[in-house]
């Protein structure tokens, strides 16, 4: 589990293809205090276990399956990712409770600066994500722990204050970028523990 409060922005390193998928490389700093292979470790929201540490860094096996219904599968060495370990009982929850297990793939569809400061994101969503999106309700991009700011029957939209845009992915994303999306699960539940009619 996580809370979608960002720790830190890594950089893939290195992407190596193989026959199951991808291996990444990640640089970070961070995220490497008391790492250990096993790990559980939030790369823009997706959790992929560390099987590796490196020098400054750390090594994850991301599978065919997870790069096919994710946004990791369009990044490459150089790109950026929202960095966050996976919450212990003690800490506090800051954002809301993530999984890490990606809904579905968003489009960013508009961008604009406010005249605060902050920057309105619309994001293009299907339609089984988007039943779970209720205004002021939580939802995680890319990892990120946001408060739904509209919603629309295609879209939703967030506002992003300086300080998020400053330590995370969200901050530099541009139209038509994809990101990953996690509807709140406490949402999920409720719908699954209610009745159904018919």
């Known amino acids: 589990m996580f809370t979608g409060i960002v720790e830190e922005l ?10 199951t998928g991808a291996r990444l490389e990640v640089s970070a700093s961070t995220v490497l205090q008391d790492i250990h292979v096993g790990d559980s470790i939030s790369h823009n929201g997706c959790c992929l276990t560390v099987v590796e540490v490196v020098p400054d860094g750390y090594v994850v096996d991301a599978v065919e399956e997870t790069l096919r219904v994710t946004a990791l599968g369009g990044l490459n060495s150089g790109d950026r990712l929202n960095l966050e370990r996976s919450v212990r009982l003690a800490d506090r929850l800051g954002g809301h409770l993530v999984q890490g297990h990606v809904d579905a ?30 205004y002021k309700g939580s939802i995680a991009v890319d990892g990120v722990s946001l408060t739904v700011a509209a919603t629309d029957d295609a879209s939703f939209s967030v506002a992003i204050i300086p300080h998020t845009q400053s330590v995370t992915t969200l901050g530099f994303r541009r139209v038509g970028d994809q990101v990953n999306l996690e509807t709140d699960v406490i949402a ?3 719908e699954r523990l209610l009745p159904t009619t018919g």
Do not use: K
């Open 188 to 190: 999920r539940y409720v």
């Open 105 to 134: 793939v968003g489009t960013l569809v508009a961008r604009e600066d406010q005249a605060d400061g902050s920057l309105m994101l619309r994001f293009q969503a299907p339609p089984n994500v988007l039943r779970y999106v209720v």
């Open 10 to 19: 890594g950089t893939i390193r290195r992407r190596i293809p193989h026959a």
